[in-house]
Nanobody
Framework: VQLRRWGGGSVQAGGSLRLSCVASGRTFSRFAMGWFRQAPGQGREFVAGVNWSGAEAEYADSVKGRFTVSRDNAKNTVTLQMNSLKPEDTGVYYC???????????????????WGQGTQVTVSS
């Protein structure tokens, strides 16, 4: 399984960006998917995740009400819509697949075993 990401870039505070991640293979719909980010000099942190069906989503407190995660299993795609961006949202964003099939969303980076290539998101003030 490979994860390819699209989107990212630079935007001013208050702007929006959309990240997408497309998975290869036939097992995409069985696993929860997560988005993580890593700021310079910091560890990788959970941003948002969606369970296998798309019915359940989890968000970090810092992005609740601003970010929306969704998935389209027919297209093997998971998307992160980021609105009202803040400078503190700056970082490298990664999509990842949970390592085991579970009904809920997990938030620990060590619980995900397949990672896409990171994409830079820069929010200027």
């Amino acid at each position: 399984v490979q994860l390819r990401r699209w989107g990212g870039g630079s935007v001013q505070a208050g702007g929006s960006l959309r990240l997408s991640c497309v998975a290869s293979g036939r097992t995409f719909s069985r696993f929860a998917m997560g988005w993580f980010r890593q700021a310079p000099g910091q560890g990788r942190e959970f941003v948002a995740g969606v369970n296998w069906s798309g019915a359940e989503a989890e968000y970090a407190d810092s992005v609740k009400g601003r970010f929306t995660v969704s998935r389209d299993n027919a297209k093997n795609t998971v998307t992160l819509q980021m609105n009202s961006l803040k400078p503190e949202d700056t970082g490298v964003y990664y999509c990842a697949r949970d390592s085991i099939m579970r009904p809920n969303v997990r938030t620990g980076p060590f619980e995900y075993d397949i990672w896409g290539q990171g994409t830079q998101v820069t929010v200027s003030s």
